[in-house]
């Protein structure tokens, strides 16, 4: 069995397409087929149903894709280790994040790049709940900071780093306040901008809502932070907002902020890594945790087309990620150690940082 062979396989169940499967890896139809085959042969198994074109992955190819996805992902983590060693920790730490959570991201993103000023951090901040965990999963996202309930923790390993709080951004005049403070049962009554119902911040408002008896229907729904601070600057709608947001964006104008009460509620937003292979736990290490390896990618590039994901150009270096060197651990994140020292994501770090805006 060939670490190619892997890739051909790994790329057509992600593209659900021969042709372009082919295509992404940078080799023919008929060779990419070939090596698919020779592959279920050596394994006495059927992977994929095929007829005249694509059918799907059968029941003994959808298991074995997920351990197909591991073992490069280990493939890749050997050669991070490697490069690690002889040059440091580079290349792109991909952060996801939901719109809530982004605002707090300076302060661990600033800890991380000090400890390792090769690397580079490229944020995905306008992920949906829904698309930020299966990015996670599937290894397109190498950490992600954000609410992750109970239900969504399988297959990840998760750390608290701070709890959110709520207030109420309003106009000046539209409500008055002898307290400093509001209630949720006065906020339901004003007209309100908010979040749209798939990112998380807005289910966790419409269900504090539903507990004290209201439904509430917002007359704005945006995917932006910055219009719904437009629409509160506007003079017409309030909007609830984490207070996080207030140190990243100070509410200025004519508009101020106010602790919601009566409850006070609030949600964990915290940092998660792929949980990884099967493989047996190991017992943490003593020492402090760090901030976490980055994707080790090679800055030579050669050739004129773009890569897509999954499969490697045999005319370029193989690009090395952080997911894949913490795809196999199956550890608690700040027990993750390498060559190059301890590369976790930064439970640390995070959590020291995002403290000091509580």
């Known amino acids: 069995m060939l670490f190619r062979q892997l890739e051909y396989f790994v790329a057509v169940a992600r593209e659900r397409h021969f042709a372009r499967a082919a295509e992404s890896c940078y080799v023919s139809q008929p060779a990419l087929s070939a090596a698919i085959a020779k592959l279920e042969r050596e394994l006495n198994v059927t992977l994929i149903n095929r007829g005249h074109n694509y059918q799907g992955l059968t029941p003994e190819g959808e298991r074995l894709v997920v351990w197909a996805k591991r073992i490069l992902a280990e493939q890749e983590a050997f050669k991070a280790e490697v490069a690690a060693v002889q040059s440091g920790i580079t290349?792109?730490?991909r952060l996801g994040t939901d719109p809530t959570a982004s605002t707090t991201l300076a302060l661990p993103v600033a800890a991380f790049c000090s400890a390792h000023p090769l690397a580079k951090v490229q944020?995905?901040?306008?992920?949906?709940?829904k698309e930020l965990h299966r990015q996670l999963r599937d290894f397109e996202l190498d950490v992600?900071?954000?609410?992750?309930?109970p239900g969504d923790q399988e297959g990840l390993q998760v750390v608290p780093l701070y709890q959110e709080r709520y207030m109420l951004l309003v106009p000046d005049g539209q409500i008055t306040s002898q307290t400093g403070s509001v209630t949720w049962a006065d906020a339901a009554q004003l007209p309100l901008a908010l979040l749209t119902p798939d990112m998380r911040i807005r289910q966790i408002v419409d269900k504090v809502f539903a507990d004290q008896g209201?439904?509430?229907t917002p007359q704005v729904e945006t995917d932006s932070i910055a219009a719904l601070y437009a629409?509160?600057?506007g003079g017409e709608w309030a909007s609830i907002v984490p207070h996080t947001w207030l140190r990243a964006m100070p509410v200025v104008g004519r508009a101020r902020a106010l602790p919601l009460v009566a409850p006070a509620a609030g949600a964990q937003v915290s940092v998660a890594i792929h949980a990884g292979t099967p493989a047996r736990s190991r017992p943490a290490p003593s020492s402090a945790p760090r901030p976490p390896s980055t994707s080790t990618r090679s800055s030579t590039s050669r050739g004129p087309r773009r890569q897509r994901p999954g499969c490697a150009d045999p005319r370029r270096p193989r690009p090395h990620t952080y997911a894949s060197r913490t795809a196999a651990r199956s550890r608690p994140p700040?027990?993750?150690?390498?060559?190059?020292?301890t590369t976790t994501m930064w439970s640390?770090?995070?959590t020291a940082a995002s403290r000091s805006r509580q």
């Open 144 to 149: 992600a900071i954000a609410h992750f309930d």
């Open 214 to 216: 209201f439904e509430v």
């Open 123 to 129: 944020v995905r901040s306008r992920l949906s709940t």
């Open 334 to 341: 700040w027990a993750v150690r390498g060559s190059a020292g």
């Open 348 to 350: 640390g770090t995070a």
């Open 91 to 93: 290349g792109i730490l």
């Open 231 to 233: 629409h509160v600057g």
